[in-house]
C-alpha cells in the first residue's frame, strides 16, 4: 500500500470480554504504534497453525512415561541404594524417543510457509 492511500474502510468486530483482553494484552506486548496497525498485521499476514491432536499427545505422552519411569527409579534407588543399567537404559530409550518426535514437529513447523493468499501484493505505482 503507499503511504499515501488513505484507509477508508471500516470493519466491525464482536469480542467477549476474554478475547478483548487477549487483544489488548498482545497489542501491548507487539510494541505497534496502533492496535489497527497490530489487528491489519496479524490478518494479513498472521499464520493461523493447526496442530495435530494426535501428534500433542504422543509427546505428552511419551514425556509422562519417562517421568514416571524415572520417579519409580528414584523411588527404588533410595530404598534400595542400588542404580541398575536396565533403569538407565530404559530413560535413555524413552529420552530418544521424546527426541525423536520433537525433531519432527519441529520439522513440521519449519516447513510451514506463509500462502501467497496472505501475501500483500505490491501495488504498481505511476512509476511501475
Known sequence: MEEDEKRNRYIQLRLNEYEFREIEEKFRNSGLKSKSEFIRVMVLEGLMIYI??????DIYRAVSSVSNNVNQIARRVNST????AEDIAEIKNGVSEIWQQLRSFR???QSIKPS????TPKRPTADD
Open 107 to 109: 520439522s513440521q513447523l
Open 52 to 57: 495435530d491432536e494426535k501428534t500433542a499427545k
Open 81 to 84: 541404594g542400588n542404580v541398575y
Open 116 to 119: 501467497p493468499i496472505l501475501q
